[in-house]
């Protein structure tokens, strides 16, 4: 368990403490005093196994806004959704009309601590040439500015994190998604691989910026980390699963406290992939379909739970915390099966049981047909901090066509209707909903079709 000393102590005081006061009887009111200034010390030297279990999850307040600007929305606008710090000026906060939202992180963090919240949850999101394998998210800083990603972005954010007056929030931070598993995958001799991916694993600074995000924000007590580690079906197979927790492992041991400076990773992160396939098991014969296609794993409970193993057994702590981004995986409504089918062929078998309706693994943008997943849960399974939802139902993933922007987004044709693919979702349609605007934005037409296919339904 992390920072197993300052909890002992915590401990031991507390036990000197009671200790103290059966003793002494009449000295009651003046051990009582030195109790009352020692205590809040003590609580604030506190980081605790699960972050997520003790209390209410922080509701952002913009999201809450735009969620019941729909029919139907307040249902769930009540939920805690991640906070995306997606650029240097959302730390400070913007007061122009950005496509996610002005509240920047103190103004967050106070609010949080407004609604009596126990812990908030933060995506660290800005890296130097930032997802190097599509356009939709592209940061603002080029593949060279690691040092502004030091001293502009990471600097400021652990400052105002550190401030003693969010010492009893709870701070869970999302580490930058999508960049250590694009350095496995789509590098080198790869057939996925794309250049800025190969300058990214050539110049070190995902590795890098990890590093220094995981040694800044682990060195305050009560902020929890958390890597992103993709999902089953880009980092389930065994050619790319062993590889990426090798990388996950030495990227933690290359900081500061080593294993110690990361609690858990998080799965699915913005991702359709389903919690669990209830009509389909993982066998030989089925991994012959074209929707398994090889994958040891076909659902983020499974991929989750082995990848939680396989990390421990390369030497992360054994209370590591898995969190699965549950936000736009359910797959309910009409199409969703109710049952395994029959059918002698493989490929028609596993397609008419599957609860994923997307065309292809691969496809990630804007999905036609999603709906919301289970709502955030504490501790769901062993291993399983939580279910979250970190990406907010309803802000896009990628525009559709090109739509010029100050906020560094680009376009990735994934996210076209008409795109019919290239080698990460096998040359397939992209699935993409049509009309949408650039990531982070409010779509409704998404935000209607998450509601209506809701799974477990609203
Ligand atoms: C975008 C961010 C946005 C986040 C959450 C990402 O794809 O790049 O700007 O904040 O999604 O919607």
Not at 268 to 276: D, F, K, Q, R
Not at 393 to 415: A, Q, R, T, V
Not at 424 to 445: C, D, E, V, Y
Request: charged residues 20%.
């Amino acid at each position: 368990m992390k920072n197993t000393f300052l909890a002992r102590r915590a401990r031991s005081h507390r036990v000197l403490a009671a200790a103290t006061v059966f003793a002494l009887g009449s000295w009651l009111v003046a051990v009582t005093a030195v109790q009352t200034t020692v205590s809040p010390v003590l609580a604030a030297a506190t980081h605790v196994d699960n972050p997520y279990d003790g209390g209410q999850g922080y509701v952002n307040p913009e999201w809450k806004a735009k969620a019941e600007s729909e029919p139907g929305g307040s249902q769930i606008s009540d939920t805690p959704t991640g906070v995306w710090i997606d650029r240097i000026a959302a730390i400070e906060g913007t007061d122009d009309s950005s496509s996610n939202g002005s509240m920047g992180v103190r103004d967050h963090l106070d609010e949080a601590l407004s609604q009596g919240a126990a812990y908030i949850q933060f995506v660290i999101y800005d890296l130097p040439g930032r997802d190097c394998a599509a356009l939709a998210s592209n940061g603002e800083l080029g593949p060279e500015e690691i040092d502004r990603y030091r001293n502009e972005y990471i600097d400021p954010i652990a400052e105002i994190m550190a401030d003693s007056a969010y010492e009893d929030l709870r701070i869970i931070t999302i580490i930058e998604i999508d960049s250590l598993p694009n350095l496995i995958t789509n590098t080198g001799d790869r057939e996925t691989k794309t250049d800025e991916c190969d300058v990214m694993l050539a110049n070190g600074n995902y590795v890098t910026g990890v590093q220094y995000a995981l040694d800044q924000l682990h060195a305050i007590t009560n902020v929890y980390t958390y890597i992103d580690a993709a999902h089953h079906g880009w980092i389930g197979w065994s050619s790319n699963f062993d590889p990426a927790a090798e990388l996950f492992a030495s990227t933690a041991q290359g900081t500061t406290d080593g294993f110690d400076s990361v609690d858990g990773f998080i799965t699915n992160t913005a991702n359709y992939s389903a919690l669990n396939e209830p009509y389909i098991t993982v066998n030989a014969e089925t991994k012959l379909s074209s929707w398994i296609d090889w994958n040891d794993y076909n659902d983020e409970s499974t991929f989750a739970t082995a990848f939680r193993s396989k990390l421990v057994s390369l030497g992360f702590n054994s209370d590591l915390g898995m969190l699965i981004d549950t936000s736009r995986n359910g797959w309910g409504g009409s199409d969703r099966p109710t049952g395994a089918s029959s059918a002698s062929d493989v490929d028609t078998m596993v397609d008419d049981s599957r609860i994923d309706r997307r065309i292809h693994k691969g496809n990630w943008c804007n999905q036609s047909g999603a709906g919301l997943g289970e709502r955030p849960t504490v501790s769901p399974a062993s291993g399983i901090d939580a279910y979250v939802w970190i990406k907010p139902p309803g802000e896009s993933d990628g525009s559709s066509e090109l739509i010029p922007n100050d906020e560094g987004k680009g376009f990735d044709e994934m996210c076209d209707p008409a795109y019919e693919g290239n080698p990460r979702n096998q040359n397939n349609l992209s699935g993409a909903l049509p009309n949408a605007p650039i990531s982070g934005a409010w779509f409704s037409a998404q935000f209607q079709e998450l509601l209506a296919n809701a799974y477990p339904a609203l």
